[in-house]
Structure formats: C-alpha cells, structure tokens
C-alpha cells in the first residue's frame, strides 16, 4: 500500500478549502455565506473602522494583515523573500474612508487570486515551502475571518 498522497487529492482538497475560506461556501467547516469576501461585502467603512475595544485591531487592519500575510506566503512558497516580514506595519490601519475601505478590499482580492494561480501553476507540490505555505494560508484566514466575525458581534447592534 502507498504511503503517498495523490498530488491530485492533495490539491483538490486544498483548492476546495481556499474557496470555501475565501469566496463561497461549500460547508466543509464554514456556514453559508460566512466566506471571507462574503463577510466582507456588506461591512461599512464605519464599521471597518472601528475596534472592539482599545486593545483590538480595526476590522480594517485586519483585512490588510491577512492581504500582507498572503503577500509574504507567495514569496515564502517561491523561496524568493531575503528579508524578515515586519508583521507590525500590516497593522497600521485605523479609521477608513469608503474609498480606502474598498481599496483594502480590492488589494485584498488582487493578493488572493494572484497567489492561488500561483498555486494552481505550480508543477510540482514537493517542497515543504509550499505545502506549509498553502496550508498556512488557510488556516491563517480561517482565523482572522473568525476573529473579523467576531468583532461584527461586538460592533453591530
């Protein structure tokens, strides 16, 4: 019996999961509807700009964290970033305008689908780089879309 994992079983599922998190729900652990660019879709400038508490990132700073994460992950599955990621500028966002607010969200969109074809085009899956990189990817967002829900609670009525 092989120990190996079909590539193709690897990628389907992995696929199927950066949908899910991202753009719609298949229910394979999020509820219809609650998908990243879902949750997103309705929130205001206002609301992006707020912070459940004094402690807390803004709903803003938080799409831009996982927009900078997804930016780093890319250069981490090409073996191409030199440099240490400085993690504390992704969180530099406080209050947003519509316009800065749609630009985030539209940044946002732009790093995922630009890394997910870099991850349908790669012909191999053999480099633990991408495989922990994709993988991070999507436990990474599952978490700060939980987070981003979350705050939804404390700042709608």
């Not at 998908?35 to 309705?42: N, V």
């Not at 970033?81 to 607010?101: H, I, K, L, N």
């Not at 732009?110 to 993988?135: H, I, K, P």
Request: a negative charge.
């Amino acid at each position: 019996m092989s120990q190996q994992i079909p590539v193709e079983r690897l990628t389907y599922t992995l696929f199927g999961l950066l949908t899910e998190a991202f753009e719609s729900v298949y229910g394979i652990f999020l509820d219809r509807g609650t998908s990243l660019f879902e949750t997103l879709a309705d929130i205001t400038a206002e609301e992006a700009s707020r912070a459940t508490s004094g402690r807390c990132a803004t709903l803003a700073a938080q799409v831009n964290h996982v927009r900078f994460y997804l930016d780093v992950m890319e250069e981490y599955m090409l073996a191409t970033r030199t440099e240490q990621a400085d993690w504390a500028s992704s969180w530099q966002v406080g209050a947003v305008t519509e316009e800065e607010w749609a630009r985030l969200k539209a940044e946002l969109q732009t790093s995922y689908r630009r890394v997910r074809a870099t991850m349908e085009g790669f012909d191999s899956w053999d480099d633990d780089n991408r495989v922990g990189g994709a993988l991070a990817v999507v436990v990474h967002t599952a978490h700060h879309l939980g987070e981003i829900r979350q705050m939804l609670c404390g700042i709608r009525p």
